[in-house]
């Protein structure tokens, strides 16, 4: 009810971040281009399988003076995966426990980042070659108020062009890009990758690398489609150079979710040496790769920062110098002075600088070993307190009460 409401903004105002006053509006009025990479786990980058560099492209990223690369960043899924990433990046909530809130409260009211943009004046739209009504995505792309949805049929699929499930990401670059350069400028076209997804097939003649040897087909063949992902990311970067839409641009990449699950803890254990996969090690794999790529900022840092996807919602807005100070986010900026080292994952979970929380057990996050209950409790008690607000505001439809220009409450909801 109403009262819900006023506890959860109390919160909200109580632990927002300033914004950094150098990264705020620094890159005002630049387009924004937001890559989900499909399954791209953090501990592909600058490592190799059997010599063989998996991620050339992404590697020199890392290394890059205009890279912001993330790699203490993890992805915050449930079981709506990609969808759930979508909407943690678009609301700074989480989704849900149970199903996937693309599913089951696509109608709610929101006031998503693409809200937000379109108010700036932004073009704002999802490029994603699949069905426009896979994980319900038209209804909802209508709450989140983005603008287009260049679905499957805004993309020629020639022969030979798909695999998995649908178009290979070379061809969906780029003619996505094609497409950017019809958009009016600025835009916001957040793309979704598709390649590499479970059961990680490719043709032949897009093998770059050999395969793994271990008991995992599954891992075994992650490689090579993760390698294919890493070039069609190098041909998008050209494509924009050519096309004249770089320098211009803003371009934030990372990975959805996990790719390699826990079913797979034999051959992963082999891959990265370790006797086995414990919990701790299974909480730490959850990390995926963040990229905040700036052309010209000459900025570009490996950041250390504990965080989540759902602290991207208000890092990128900042940026673009929009502010966020009355918005619903659960979230905070990255390059705020105030974001604290810790995400909360869905299932409970919880890694912060010093801890790691998982299977009921606080791990230390250094060493690995299991430690005091006690130390972990301020954190597992943070993470129950923003569960249970996010939930609060998606299971209530709570922001139908909430004016998000004013940060005032709407009369209705005290009743
Ligand atoms: C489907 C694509 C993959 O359109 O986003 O979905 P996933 O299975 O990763 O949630
Ligand atoms: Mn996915």
Not at 79 to 98: A, M, P
Not at 138 to 159: A, H, P, R, T
């Amino acid at each position: 009810d109403g009262s819900e409401l006023v506890e959860v903004n109390n919160y909200v105002r109580a632990n927002q971040a300033e914004p950094n006053a150098e990264m705020f509006g620094k890159y005002e009025g630049r387009n924004l281009i937001v890559v989900s990479l499909e399954s791209l786990q953090n501990f592909v980058i600058n490592n190799d399988m059997n010599g063989q560099e998996v991620t050339p492209f992404l590697n020199s990223l890392t290394k890059d003076k205009d890279t912001y690369y993330f790699n203490n960043f993890y992805h915050q899924t449930g079981l709506g995966k990609t969808s759930d990433s979508e909407f943690i990046v678009e609301n700074s909530l989480f989704g849900l426990g149970r199903g996937a809130v693309f599913f089951t409260h696509g109608g709610n009211t929101y006031n998503s980042m693409a809200e937000r943009l379109g108010e700036n004046g932004y073009f704002t739209n999802v490029m994603h070659p699949n069905n426009k009504s896979f994980w319900n995505r038209d209804m909802i792309y209508q709450s989140l108020n983005i603008q287009k949805y260049y679905d499957v049929n805004s993309y020629e699929v020639g022969e030979g062009e798909a695999v998995n499930w649908g178009m290979k990401d070379i061809p969906f670059f780029q003619q996505s890009v094609q497409h950017m350069t019809e958009m009016p400028q600025p835009f916001y076209s957040r793309m979704i990758t598709l390649t590499n997804h479970y059961p990680f097939y490719l043709d032949p003649e897009d093998i770059m690398i050999d395969e793994y040897t271990s008991n995992s087909g599954t891992l075994n063949r992650y490689f090579q489609t993760v390698r294919y992902m890493d070039e069609a990311i190098k041909v998008f970067f050209e494509d924009l150079k050519e096309k004249g839409l770089y320098d211009n641009s803003i371009i934030v990449m990372y990975g959805d979710h996990y790719g390699i699950s826990e079913n797979h803890n034999k051959a992963m254990a082999m891959y990265l040496d370790k006797e086995a996969i414990t919990p701790y090690d299974s909480a730490l794999l959850q990390s995926v790769p963040l990229f905040i790529h700036v052309p010209g900022s000459n900025d570009g840092q490996v950041m250390e920062e504990v965080s989540g996807q759902i602290d991207l919602r208000p890092t990128i807005l900042h940026l673009l110098g929009i502010d966020t100070s009355k918005d619903m986010q659960l979230g905070a900026d990255l390059f705020s002075e105030d974001h604290e080292d810790v995400v909360i994952f869905r299932d409970g979970r919880v890694i912060t600088d010093k801890v790691v929380y998982a299977s009921d057990a606080c791990y230390d996050r250094a060493t690995g070993e299991q430690i005091d209950i006690a130390v972990c409790e301020p954190v597992i008690e943070s993470a129950t307190t923003e569960l249970g607000y996010s939930d609060a505001i998606i299971n209530g439809d709570l922001l139908r009460f909430y004016d998000s220009a004013t940060g005032n409450l709407i009369q209705n909801s005290m009743k």
